[in-house]
Nanobody, 120 residues
């Protein structure tokens, strides 16, 4: 059974930090591209950050709005992908989702989401 379980969300003041985790099971974690998306209230879901599979070097990419503030990383031994979020802003408020896709088979999975609220 495939599972992506996010954790680490919560309420934080502007300028603060949070680290999101996404624990994966039920598929070959190391062969999947992993990403974090977010969906702000009343808006479309958007890509935040991604990291390619280890087979192609674990290359990262970021949305312009989070470049320099957020860092995506993964631990293949723990089947977990992380999103370190620093210098948080109110506009970072959203539900954050973990996403995994196999670039060859196109098998894809979403987590259930975790709420991040940035407010004073």
């Amino acid at each position: 059974q495939v599972q992506l379980v996010e954790s680490g969300g919560g309420l934080v003041q502007p300028g603060g930090s949070l680290r999101l985790s996404c624990a994966a099971s039920g598929f070959a974690f190391g062969t999947y591209r992993l990403s974090w998306y977010r969906q702000p209230p009343g808006k479309e879901r958007e890509l935040v950050a991604g990291i390619s599979s280890s087979h192609v070097g674990g290359i990262t990419n970021y949305a312009a709005s989070v470049q320099g503030r957020f860092t995506i990383s993964k631990d293949n031994a723990k089947n977990t992908v992380y999103l370190q979020m620093n210098s948080l802003r109110p506009e970072d408020t959203a539900v954050y989702y973990c996403y995994a896709v196999n670039v060859w088979s196109k098998d894809a999975y979403w987590g259930q989401g975790t709420q991040v609220t940035v407010s004073s």
